[in-house]
């Protein structure tokens, strides 16, 4: 019962020290989101936002069997819905991830990397608060997003094939899809692509 308290004393505490940060940033500069978030800021965004992810759900490992079959489905989703913001690379470096407040992370470095495999669950299924993060959970696509937990870990060693692949998944417009079957037909490609008829909304 005494942890439980401590617990939520410092869950307070971290929730005052974003609350006063978010209050000198909005000073400072407005509800602007052009500006970096400060050093401070991401620091207590990160430990509010493990505080707020339950402790049986950090501790839940990938359920779901790694194999080559699930890594390239990973791949489509994440191209097809994780790209725009994320790039199909996981560096963030698009144009809507670099003007997300805060900018959407490199998940290729140790701040995603070193998340448990339950904690990029909960972030894929639940989104996170007050960022521009949505959250992609409800029905019966938990699979998916354990595919995409794989996917997250192998953003480090994605191949130029791979990215090339996943370039091919990108959403587009219907001009761009005319260009690329044009491209494909000059190449003599014997599968060109077509236009998708209908795009869902699931990652």
Known sequence: MKACWIAIAVLV??????????AVAIRRSGLSALPEPSSAEAIIARRVRRFAIPAETR??????????HVLAEGRGHFADHCASCHANDGSGATEIG??????????????????????????????VRLTGMPGWGGGDHERDSWGLV??????????????LEMERANPKTPDEWKELQREDEFLGAEDAPSAPAHRHHRP
């Not at 501790?59 to 080559?68: E, G, I, K, T």
């Not at 996917?151 to 990215?163: D, G, Q």
Request: hydrophobic fraction near 40%; aromatic fraction near 4%.
């Open 13 to 22: 505490l971290l929730i005052a020290g974003a609350a006063v940060a978010g």
């Open 150 to 163: 794989h996917l997250i870990r192998h953003l480090p060693k994605l191949t130029r094939e791979e990215l």
């Open 98 to 127: 670099r003007r997300l407040y805060p900018r959407a992370p490199d998940m290729r470095l140790p701040a995603t990397q070193e998340l448990t495999d339950g904690e990029l669950f909960h972030i894929i299924e639940n989104g």
């Open 59 to 68: 501790a839940r490992q990938n359920p779901v069997p790694l194999d080559a």
